[in-house]
């Protein structure tokens, strides 16, 4: 396709073969998802409408990266606790997030697929502040145990 990030196409080819979709199917579903966002014809976007629109198709899309852990005021996550998950982590609307002294680059980046809409992340000194900012988005503050 004329314009389209050949690196994003492969990422959306990927992402549809593990959700076992196609590709036109998933790329449909993004540009329904983004285009609910915005007012239609003047109009003001619905927020139920919107809302129904992405919650469906993002509950859909996280379960395709990995387990779902959401909407817990406070959780502590260990090197085991990571470690006994079957599949890599998407972590959501987590208050407070935090990864123990015993969680290493290693586990972080094996088990750790996304964090998404997090007020607060705390992260072992240890572990590379980047590679968590890396996989952070709709995050309020990162913190470093440790003060780095």
């Known amino acids: 396709m004329r314009g ?9 080819s990927r992402l549809a073969r593990r959700m076992g979709v ?37 509950r859909g899309f996280l379960e395709g990266l990995g387990h779902v852990v959401e909407d817990i005021d406070e959780l502590t996550l260990t090197r ?4 006994e ?10 208050k407070r997030l935090e990864f123990a002294d015993d969680v290493d680059e290693e586990t972080f980046r094996s088990r ?7 007020g607060e992340v705390v992260i072992p000194e240890g572990l590379p502040k980047v590679l968590v900012l890396s ?3 709709g995050v309020g503050k990162v913190t470093v145990r440790g003060g780095r």
């Open 80 to 83: 085991r606790d990571l470690l």
């Open 22 to 58: 196609n590709v036109g199917t998933l790329l449909n579903q993004s540009m329904e998802l983004f285009l609910s966002m915005f007012p239609h014809d003047g109009e003001s976007p619905l927020p139920g409408r919107a809302l129904g629109i992405s919650a469906e198709f993002m």
């Open 135 to 137: 996989v952070c988005r």
């Open 112 to 118: 750790v697929r996304g964090i998404y809409r997090c």
């Open 85 to 94: 998950a079957d599949r890599e982590l998407v972590l959501l609307r987590i």
């Open 4 to 12: 389209v990030d050949r690196s994003l196409y492969r990422r959306l």
